[in-house]
């Protein structure tokens, strides 16, 4: 199990330094040692891990494949991060994918699972998200909500980067609405 966690770290590493091809091979050595020891938490990130990369490739079909995967797997498994994570992660691919309806219901659900478990990151990044996919949707006042109230909990953490990509999809929905003054304000807010 410990192998498992640890192939999965070095996973994450070898993704963080730009090594897509070293990152998939230990995360699906990580996902064979999960599986076999039945450690269906780590199964199910190591599948949004697995998921995340393969829609940053373009391989949507396949990432799709694994998120349902990983949903599956969460009939099994009441660890409401997870769960959260799964959803929110699976929401932005839904919303690539033009399937509004289900990304929106993961969206809120992610919603409700980070403010239940009093996760306020998870919480500020996921109602950011659902910020950016009212925008993507052609929804820019919800869109503008969304991210104000992201934007607010970002600035009670004093999550420097999460202020500024907020205040930049902030900036980016009202230069949709053609508010070009209020988004030059706010890209310059962002740049800052």
């Known amino acids: 199990e410990r ?3 640890a192939l999965h770290l070095q996973g994450n590493l070898a993704a963080r330094q730009g090594d897509r091809n070293t990152a998939m091979n230990y995360w699906q050595d990580a996902l064979r040692l999960a599986e076999e020891n039945n ?11 697995i998921a995340q990369a393969r ?3 373009g391989d949507y079909k396949a990432a799709l494949d694994d998120y349902e995967r990983a949903l599956v797997m969460l009939s099994h498994n009441d660890h409401a991060p997870t769960r959260g994570l799964v959803l929110s992660n699976a929401a932005t691919l839904y919303t690539e994918m033009g399937d ?8 809120r659900e992610s919603i409700e699972i ?28 919800l869109a503008i909500g969304e991210l ?8 009670q ?15 980016r929905t009202y230069y949709q609405l053609e508010d070009y ?12």
């Open 181 to 192: 003054e209020t988004a030059r304000t706010l890209y310059k807010q962002s740049v800052a």
């Open 3 to 5: 192998e498992g966690e």
């Open 55 to 57: 829609k940053v490739n």
């Open 148 to 155: 104000e109230h992201a934007l607010r909990l970002s600035r």
């Open 39 to 49: 450690n269906n938490t780590l199964a199910i990130q190591l599948r949004c891990d």
């Open 100 to 107: 509004v309806e289900t990304a929106q219901a993961f969206y």
């Open 114 to 141: 980070a403010r239940a478990t009093q996760d306020q990151h998870a919480e500020s990044l996921r109602i950011g998200n659902l910020g950016w996919f009212y925008a993507l949707t052609g929804r820019p006042q």
């Open 157 to 171: 953490l004093d999550n420097t980067l999460m202020v500024a990509v907020q205040t930049n999809n902030l900036a």
